[in-house]
């Protein structure tokens, strides 16, 4: 007698896909960002410094490090938010916009007041990075949705 195996499917942790489908977003959106809006109004703000902001293996690597961090702080608060407060169009705004000012609203304000940057930078990067994490939210929602 032959007996046919059964495979049982795996199911995967939802936690999991909204981490991994966010990594992607961040690291797509943020370098438009970073070389179309941060990077010249740097320049523009130190035309003095040709070496600021630049691009090789070692920043590289402790970017690629931050955004680990960044990830995982902003799908963790996500999820923790909707369970909180429910997964609605509402709450996917207010979470983002949240998340936003308590992290890279305080980061960006710091670096603005130790005169790093002029505040123009503040406010385009603000801006850019706060649509970036409504959309990094829904990504958050759409997963615990579908799960």
């Known amino acids: 007698m032959v007996h046919e195996a059964t495979v049982t499917p795996v199911k995967s942790n939802p936690f999991l896909r909204a981490f991994f489908a966010n990594a992607i977003w961040v690291n797509v959106s943020g370098l438009p960002r970073y070389f179309f809006v941060v990077k010249p109004m740097l320049h523009g703000a130190y035309p003095d410094n040709p070496d600021l902001a630049p691009v090789s293996f070692p920043i ?17 608060f996500y999820w923790m938010y909707y369970d909180r407060y429910g997964n609605t169009s509402r709450t996917v705004l207010l979470a983002a916009l949240w998340f936003t000012l308590g992290t890279l609203g305080l980061t960006w304000l710091g670096i603005v007041n130790m ?25 958050v929602s759409w997963v615990m949705k579908k799960d």
């Open 60 to 76: 590289l690597a402790s970017w690629g490090i931050w955004t680990i961090g960044f990830v995982i702080a902003s799908t963790g």
């Open 115 to 139: 005169g790093m940057v002029p505040i123009s930078i503040l406010f385009a990067a603000l801006s850019w990075a706060f649509v970036e994490q409504i959309v990094s939210a829904y990504i």
